[in-house]
C-alpha cells in the first residue's frame, strides 16, 4: 500500500496514531495495511435454551420426541442463525447482492425459528386448563373459549402434512387477539406478538403420531402453559401501553 499524506491523516483520525507514526517514518507498511481494513465485528452468539419442562411429563407428546425437536430441529436453527450473521457480518459494498439477499432471507428464516420455538416450548408443560386474563380476552374476542379452541386447531390443521405455525396473537397496531397463520417460519403476522405458539411442523408430531396431526393437536392443548400465556398477554398489555404513549 502507498502511504500518503492523505491516507496517513485519515489513520490518525481514525485513532491510528502510532501506526501512522510509524508508517510515516517508513517503518511497518505491513502492519498498517493491516490497520486500514475494515475489521469484521464480533457478534455476540446465540445459545439454545433449555427446555422449560421435565420432558418426561408431557401427555401424549414422548421424551425422545420432543428431545429430538429442542436439541436437533430449535438448535439447528440457532447454531445455523449464529454462522449466518458471522456471515453477514463479512459483507462489504463488493459483496454480490444475491449472496447477502440470499443470507438475509436464511437469516430470517433462522431467527423467527429460534423465536418461535421457543415460544413454543415455553407454552407446554402446563396442566391445559385455560384460566386468567387471557381466557377472559379470548373469550371476549371469540365468544367463547370453546369456538377460539376450535378455530385454532382447524388453523392447525390447515398446516398438517406440511410446515407451519399455528399462532395466537397480540396485534400491537389494533390491540386485537387474533389467530395467524404462518407457513413457514419467515411467513408471520408483522407487529403480532406471539402469545400462544403450535408447531404444525411434521417434526413436531411424526414420530409419536405418523401422519395423524389431529392427536397431536389434541394432545397439545393438554399440555398448554396457561400461566405462561398469561404472562405474555399481561406483558403484551404493558407493551400496547407504552405504544399509545
Ligand atoms: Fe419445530
Redesign the pocket.
Known amino acids: 500500500m502507498e502511504l500518503t499524506r492523505r491516507n496517513a491523516l485519515g489513520l490518525l483520525v481514525s485513532g491510528g496514531v502510532a501506526a501512522a507514526t510509524t508508517a510515516l517514518m517508513g517503518k511497518d507498511l505491513t502492519l498498517l495495511e493491516e490497520q486500514a481494513m475494515p475489521q469484521t465485528p464480533t457478534l455476540p452468539a446465540f445459545a439454545p435454551k433449555p427446555l422449560p419442562f421435565d420432558p418426561t411429563k408431557l401427555k401424549g407428546i414422548s421424551e425422545k420426541l420432543i428431545a429430538s ?1 429442542h436439541d436437533n ?2 438448535g439447528g436453527a440457532v447454531k445455523n442463525l449464529n454462522g449466518v450473521r458471522n456471515e453477514l457480518a463479512k459483507a462489504t459494498p463488493d459483496t454480490p447482492a444475491f449472496l447477502v439477499g440470499g443470507l438475509r432471507a436464511k437469516e430470517l428464516v433462522y431467527a423467527n ?1 429460534m423465536t418461535l ?1 421457543e415460544a ?1 416450548f415455553g407454552n407446554l408443560g402446563g396442566n391445559g386448563k385455560a384460566d386468567g386474563s387471557i381466557a377472559k380476552a379470548i373469550a371476549s374476542t371469540w365468544g367463547s373459549l370453546g369456538a377460539w379452541e376450535q378455530g385454532l386447531k382447524v388453523l392447525g390443521m390447515s398446516l398438517a402434512g406440511g410446515s407451519g405455525w399455528a399462532i395466537l396473537d397480540l396485534h400491537l397496531p389494533t390491540g386485537d387477539l387474533r389467530l395467524s397463520w404462518a407457513g413457514d417460519h419467515s411467513q408471520t403476522l408483522a407487529a403480532g406478538l406471539p402469545l400462544l405458539v403450535m ?1 404444525m ?1 411434521e ?2 408430531y411424526q414420530m409419536d403420531y405418523g401422519a395423524a396431526a389431529a392427536k397431536y393437536i389434541e394432545a397439545f392443548f393438554q399440555n398448554i402453559n396457561w400461566d405462561e400465556v398469561n404472562h405474555r398477554y399481561e406483558r403484551a398489555q404493558k407493551a400496547l401501553l407504552v405504544l399509545k404513549g
Do not use: T
Open positions: 425437536h430441529n430449535y425459528s420455538h413454543y408447531d411442523y417434526h413436531a
